[in-house]
Protein backbone atom coordinates (compact mmCIF):
# COMPACT_ATOMS: atom_id res chain seq x y z
CA UNK A 1 0.00 0.00 0.00
CA UNK A 2 1.71 3.33 -0.76
CA UNK A 3 1.87 6.00 2.28
CA UNK A 4 1.10 9.22 1.92
CA UNK A 5 3.08 11.42 3.91
CA UNK A 6 1.75 15.23 3.99
CA UNK A 7 4.52 17.11 5.50
CA UNK A 8 8.63 17.60 4.87
CA UNK A 9 9.48 18.51 8.57
CA UNK A 10 10.98 16.39 10.50
CA UNK A 11 10.94 13.04 9.39
CA UNK A 12 12.01 9.94 10.00
CA UNK A 13 14.67 8.31 8.55
CA UNK A 14 12.54 5.52 7.01
CA UNK A 15 10.45 8.03 4.82
CA UNK A 16 13.60 9.42 3.45
CA UNK A 17 16.35 8.44 0.96
CA UNK A 18 13.77 8.14 -1.71
CA UNK A 19 14.43 7.78 -5.42
CA UNK A 20 11.54 10.91 -6.52
CA UNK A 21 8.86 11.33 -9.12
CA UNK A 22 7.79 15.51 -9.11
CA UNK A 23 4.98 16.99 -10.04
CA UNK A 24 0.88 17.38 -9.98
CA UNK A 25 -0.09 14.28 -11.10
CA UNK A 26 -3.36 14.86 -11.39
CA UNK A 27 -5.26 12.01 -13.26
CA UNK A 28 -1.45 9.92 -12.93
CA UNK A 29 -1.85 9.30 -16.76
CA UNK A 30 0.36 7.13 -18.78
CA UNK A 31 2.40 10.34 -19.34
CA UNK A 32 2.85 10.80 -15.41
CA UNK A 33 3.13 7.11 -15.51
CA UNK A 34 6.23 7.29 -17.83
CA UNK A 35 7.82 9.76 -15.10
CA UNK A 36 6.94 7.68 -12.32
CA UNK A 37 8.45 4.14 -14.36
CA UNK A 38 11.68 6.43 -14.73
CA UNK A 39 11.88 7.25 -10.90
CA UNK A 40 10.93 3.21 -10.36
CA UNK A 41 14.29 2.45 -12.39
CA UNK A 42 16.55 4.69 -10.38
CA UNK A 43 15.06 3.16 -6.94
CA UNK A 44 15.78 -0.50 -8.37
CA UNK A 45 19.47 1.00 -9.21
CA UNK A 46 20.06 2.40 -6.28
CA UNK A 47 18.03 0.56 -3.74
CA UNK A 48 16.38 2.99 -2.67
CA UNK A 49 12.48 3.39 -2.17
CA UNK A 50 10.16 4.67 -4.79
CA UNK A 51 8.20 8.18 -4.15
CA UNK A 52 6.20 10.79 -5.59
CA UNK A 53 6.43 14.48 -5.12
CA UNK A 54 2.70 16.32 -5.08
CA UNK A 55 0.82 19.36 -3.75
CA UNK A 56 -2.12 19.53 -2.50
CA UNK A 57 -4.17 21.97 -2.91
CA UNK A 58 -3.19 21.39 -6.94
CA UNK A 59 -0.61 24.64 -7.17
CA UNK A 60 -3.52 25.81 -9.89
CA UNK A 61 -5.81 25.81 -7.00
CA UNK A 62 -3.50 28.32 -5.27
CA UNK A 63 -2.96 30.66 -7.60
CA UNK A 64 -6.10 30.36 -9.65
CA UNK A 65 -8.83 30.19 -6.67
CA UNK A 66 -11.83 31.61 -8.66
CA UNK A 67 -11.55 28.82 -11.77
CA UNK A 68 -13.50 26.66 -12.31
CA UNK A 69 -13.51 22.82 -10.79
CA UNK A 70 -10.76 20.39 -12.05
CA UNK A 71 -9.40 17.62 -10.11
CA UNK A 72 -9.63 14.86 -11.73
CA UNK A 73 -9.12 12.60 -8.08
CA UNK A 74 -9.15 12.27 -5.01
CA UNK A 75 -5.77 12.09 -2.90
CA UNK A 76 -6.81 8.84 -1.70
CA UNK A 77 -7.57 7.91 -5.90
CA UNK A 78 -3.94 9.16 -6.48
CA UNK A 79 -2.11 6.50 -3.55
CA UNK A 80 -4.38 4.06 -5.19
CA UNK A 81 -3.26 4.26 -8.54
CA UNK A 82 0.39 4.85 -7.59
CA UNK A 83 0.10 1.51 -5.93
CA UNK A 84 0.59 -0.79 -9.08
CA UNK A 85 3.18 1.31 -10.20
CA UNK A 86 5.43 0.25 -7.12
CA UNK A 87 5.19 3.86 -5.52
CA UNK A 88 6.19 3.22 -1.58
CA UNK A 89 5.27 7.09 -0.62
CA UNK A 90 2.99 10.11 -1.68
CA UNK A 91 4.26 13.10 -0.45
CA UNK A 92 1.15 14.97 -0.58
CA UNK A 93 2.93 18.52 0.40
CA UNK A 94 0.73 21.15 1.59
CA UNK A 95 0.76 24.16 -1.31
CA UNK A 96 0.54 27.31 0.44
CA UNK A 97 1.92 30.92 0.73
CA UNK A 98 5.00 29.50 2.28
CA UNK A 99 5.81 26.87 -1.00
CA UNK A 100 4.38 29.42 -3.43
CA UNK A 101 6.86 32.06 -2.03
CA UNK A 102 10.25 29.40 -2.33
CA UNK A 103 12.78 29.97 -5.37
CA UNK A 104 13.56 27.03 -7.35
CA UNK A 105 17.00 26.87 -4.91
CA UNK A 106 15.19 26.85 -1.77
CA UNK A 107 12.73 23.70 -2.79
CA UNK A 108 15.71 21.86 -4.08
CA UNK A 109 17.54 22.58 -0.82
CA UNK A 110 15.24 22.52 1.96
CA UNK A 111 12.44 20.22 1.06
CA UNK A 112 13.71 17.92 -1.61
CA UNK A 113 17.42 17.63 0.01
CA UNK A 114 17.12 18.96 3.83
CA UNK A 115 13.50 17.23 4.03
CA UNK A 116 12.89 14.49 2.22
CA UNK A 117 17.06 13.45 1.72
CA UNK A 118 15.78 12.42 -1.59
CA UNK A 119 18.62 10.36 -3.66
CA UNK A 120 17.25 10.85 -7.24
CA UNK A 121 14.43 13.01 -8.55
CA UNK A 122 12.79 12.29 -11.80
CA UNK A 123 10.79 15.12 -13.70
CA UNK A 124 8.82 15.47 -17.34
CA UNK A 125 10.15 17.69 -19.94
CA UNK A 126 8.04 20.23 -18.72
CA UNK A 127 8.72 20.40 -15.21
CA UNK A 128 8.76 23.87 -13.81
CA UNK A 129 8.77 24.92 -10.27
CA UNK A 130 9.59 27.67 -7.62
CA UNK A 131 8.59 31.11 -7.87
CA UNK A 132 7.48 32.45 -10.70
CA UNK A 133 8.06 29.04 -12.49
CA UNK A 134 12.09 30.07 -12.27
CA UNK A 135 12.80 26.51 -12.13
CA UNK A 136 13.74 24.11 -15.09
CA UNK A 137 14.82 20.15 -15.21
CA UNK A 138 18.23 21.58 -16.31
CA UNK A 139 18.08 23.97 -13.16
CA UNK A 140 17.06 21.05 -10.81
CA UNK A 141 19.89 19.00 -12.61
CA UNK A 142 22.35 21.45 -11.54
CA UNK A 143 21.09 21.87 -7.73
CA UNK A 144 21.24 18.08 -7.31
CA UNK A 145 24.53 18.46 -8.71
CA UNK A 146 25.66 20.66 -5.60
CA UNK A 147 22.82 19.08 -2.89
CA UNK A 148 23.61 15.52 -3.75
CA UNK A 149 21.36 13.65 -5.75
CA UNK A 150 20.28 12.81 -9.84
CA UNK A 151 17.68 14.03 -11.69
CA UNK A 152 17.04 12.20 -15.05
CA UNK A 153 14.05 13.85 -17.43
CA UNK A 154 11.48 12.20 -19.54
CA UNK A 155 10.95 12.84 -22.86
CA UNK A 156 6.93 13.32 -24.13
CA UNK A 157 5.22 10.15 -24.83
CA UNK A 158 3.53 9.91 -27.43
CA UNK A 159 0.55 7.36 -27.66
CA UNK A 160 0.36 5.67 -31.22
CA UNK A 161 -3.22 6.74 -32.17
CA UNK A 162 -2.08 10.15 -31.94
CA UNK A 163 -3.70 10.82 -28.34
CA UNK A 164 -2.12 13.80 -26.55
CA UNK A 165 -1.32 12.57 -22.74
CA UNK A 166 -1.78 15.18 -20.54
CA UNK A 167 -3.79 15.85 -17.79
CA UNK A 168 -6.06 18.70 -19.72
CA UNK A 169 -6.48 16.63 -22.88
CA UNK A 170 -7.93 14.13 -19.96
CA UNK A 171 -10.71 16.93 -19.31
CA UNK A 172 -11.36 18.06 -22.54
CA UNK A 173 -12.74 14.32 -23.29
CA UNK A 174 -14.86 14.47 -19.94
CA UNK A 175 -16.11 17.68 -21.29
CA UNK A 176 -17.14 16.25 -24.61
CA UNK A 177 -18.48 12.92 -22.97
CA UNK A 178 -16.01 10.70 -24.58
CA UNK A 179 -14.99 8.10 -21.88
CA UNK A 180 -12.89 5.99 -24.09
CA UNK A 181 -10.66 8.34 -24.71
CA UNK A 182 -9.97 9.40 -21.81
CA UNK A 183 -10.00 5.99 -20.14
CA UNK A 184 -7.14 5.67 -23.32
CA UNK A 185 -5.70 8.29 -21.73
CA UNK A 186 -5.20 7.52 -18.28
CA UNK A 187 -4.79 3.84 -18.63
CA UNK A 188 -8.38 3.04 -16.61
CA UNK A 189 -11.74 4.88 -16.54
CA UNK A 190 -12.29 8.12 -15.33
CA UNK A 191 -13.69 7.45 -11.67
CA UNK A 192 -15.57 9.79 -8.97
CA UNK A 193 -15.38 8.99 -5.10
CA UNK A 194 -17.38 10.32 -2.69
CA UNK A 195 -19.93 9.43 0.50
CA UNK A 196 -22.97 8.69 0.28
CA UNK A 197 -25.06 11.43 0.70
CA UNK A 198 -29.08 11.45 1.47
CA UNK A 199 -31.43 12.74 -1.71
CA UNK A 200 -34.85 13.42 -1.96
CA UNK A 201 -35.61 10.22 -2.33
CA UNK A 202 -37.85 10.47 -5.63
CA UNK A 203 -36.28 7.52 -7.45
CA UNK A 204 -37.40 4.85 -4.71
CA UNK A 205 -41.02 6.11 -5.69
CA UNK A 206 -40.38 4.35 -9.54
CA UNK A 207 -38.28 1.66 -8.17
CA UNK A 208 -34.99 3.11 -8.80
CA UNK A 209 -33.40 3.93 -5.42
CA UNK A 210 -30.05 5.81 -6.01
CA UNK A 211 -26.71 6.31 -4.06
CA UNK A 212 -25.74 10.01 -4.41
CA UNK A 213 -22.81 11.46 -4.20
CA UNK A 214 -21.68 15.10 -4.62
CA UNK A 215 -19.14 16.37 -7.53
CA UNK A 216 -17.27 18.54 -4.64
CA UNK A 217 -13.33 19.62 -6.54
CA UNK A 218 -14.02 17.43 -9.60
CA UNK A 219 -14.05 18.58 -12.61
CA UNK A 220 -17.78 18.66 -14.35
CA UNK A 221 -17.91 15.64 -16.93
CA UNK A 222 -20.65 16.69 -19.75
CA UNK A 223 -23.69 16.38 -17.91
CA UNK A 224 -26.33 13.68 -18.38
CA UNK A 225 -26.10 9.26 -18.12
CA UNK A 226 -23.83 7.07 -18.24
CA UNK A 227 -23.39 3.73 -18.37
CA UNK A 228 -21.26 2.70 -14.60
CA UNK A 229 -19.08 0.48 -12.09
CA UNK A 230 -19.13 1.46 -8.92
CA UNK A 231 -16.69 -0.44 -6.38
CA UNK A 232 -17.68 -0.72 -2.62
CA UNK A 233 -15.97 -0.03 0.61
CA UNK A 234 -15.76 -3.96 0.78
CA UNK A 235 -14.17 -4.40 -2.66
CA UNK A 236 -17.25 -5.52 -4.74
CA UNK A 237 -17.52 -4.12 -8.00
CA UNK A 238 -21.45 -3.56 -9.12
CA UNK A 239 -22.56 -2.63 -12.90
CA UNK A 240 -25.18 0.31 -12.69
CA UNK A 241 -26.45 3.10 -14.50
CA UNK A 242 -26.13 7.28 -13.22
CA UNK A 243 -27.17 10.34 -13.79
CA UNK A 244 -25.15 13.40 -13.53
CA UNK A 245 -25.69 16.96 -13.06
CA UNK A 246 -28.27 19.24 -12.01
CA UNK A 247 -31.42 17.24 -13.18
CA UNK A 248 -33.18 19.86 -15.16
CA UNK A 249 -36.57 18.39 -14.31
CA UNK A 250 -35.79 18.42 -10.83
CA UNK A 251 -33.57 21.03 -10.78
CA UNK A 252 -30.39 20.88 -7.91
CA UNK A 253 -28.32 23.66 -6.98
CA UNK A 254 -25.38 21.81 -6.86
CA UNK A 255 -24.07 18.63 -9.84
CA UNK A 256 -24.96 15.21 -8.62
CA UNK A 257 -24.11 11.95 -9.36
CA UNK A 258 -27.15 9.27 -8.67
CA UNK A 259 -26.04 6.18 -9.12
CA UNK A 260 -28.75 2.65 -9.60
CA UNK A 261 -26.60 0.16 -8.49
CA UNK A 262 -28.26 -3.60 -10.63
CA UNK A 263 -29.58 -5.83 -8.39
CA UNK A 264 -28.54 -4.46 -5.15
CA UNK A 265 -30.52 -3.38 -1.88
CA UNK A 266 -28.02 -2.21 0.66
CA UNK A 267 -27.52 0.88 2.61
CA UNK A 268 -24.94 2.54 1.83
CA UNK A 269 -25.33 6.49 3.29
CA UNK A 270 -22.07 7.74 4.98
CA UNK A 271 -19.98 4.91 3.24
CA UNK A 272 -17.70 6.16 0.56
CA UNK A 273 -17.48 4.00 -3.06
CA UNK A 274 -16.32 5.18 -6.32
CA UNK A 275 -18.37 4.97 -9.83
CA UNK A 276 -16.17 4.53 -13.09
CA UNK A 277 -17.64 6.51 -15.79
CA UNK A 278 -17.19 3.53 -18.51
CA UNK A 279 -19.79 5.12 -21.62
CA UNK A 280 -22.06 8.56 -21.96
CA UNK A 281 -25.05 7.18 -22.84
CA UNK A 282 -27.50 10.76 -23.38
CA UNK A 283 -27.64 14.67 -22.06
CA UNK A 284 -30.07 15.56 -19.54
CA UNK A 285 -33.88 15.69 -20.70
CA UNK A 286 -37.25 17.02 -19.32
CA UNK A 287 -40.07 14.66 -18.98
CA UNK A 288 -43.81 14.93 -19.03
CA UNK A 289 -44.22 13.44 -15.40
CA UNK A 290 -42.25 10.66 -13.49
CA UNK A 291 -43.76 7.86 -15.46
CA UNK A 292 -41.76 9.29 -18.64
CA UNK A 293 -39.00 9.57 -17.13
CA UNK A 294 -39.30 5.58 -15.61
CA UNK A 295 -39.85 4.42 -19.31
CA UNK A 296 -36.58 6.28 -20.08
CA UNK A 297 -34.54 5.41 -17.34
CA UNK A 298 -35.30 1.52 -17.93
CA UNK A 299 -34.09 2.58 -21.26
CA UNK A 300 -30.99 3.80 -20.13
CA UNK A 301 -30.74 0.81 -17.78
CA UNK A 302 -31.14 -1.56 -21.07
CA UNK A 303 -28.34 0.32 -22.81
CA UNK A 304 -26.06 0.07 -19.61
CA UNK A 305 -26.47 -3.16 -19.23
CA UNK A 306 -25.60 -4.04 -22.70
CA UNK A 307 -22.42 -2.15 -22.90
CA UNK A 308 -21.26 -3.34 -19.80
CA UNK A 309 -21.93 -6.89 -20.50
Request: without cysteine; hydrophobic residues 45%; glycine residues 12%.
Amino acid sequence: MTAIVTDWRALPDGLKGAAVAIGAFDGVHRGHQAVIADAREAAQRLGAPLAVVSFDPHPRRWFQPDAARFRLMTPAQMARAMEPLGVDILYLLPFDAGMAAMSDEAFAREILSGGLGILHAAVGFDFTYGKGRSGSPEGLRRHGETLGFTVSVTDRVDDPGGLKLSSSAVREALHAGDMARAAAILGRPFAIEGQVVHGDKRGRTIGVPTANIGMGDYMRPAYGVYATRTRLPDGRMLDGVASLGVRPMYQLAEPLLEVWLFDFDEDLYGQTIETELIAFLRGEMVFDGLDALKVQIDADAAAARAILS
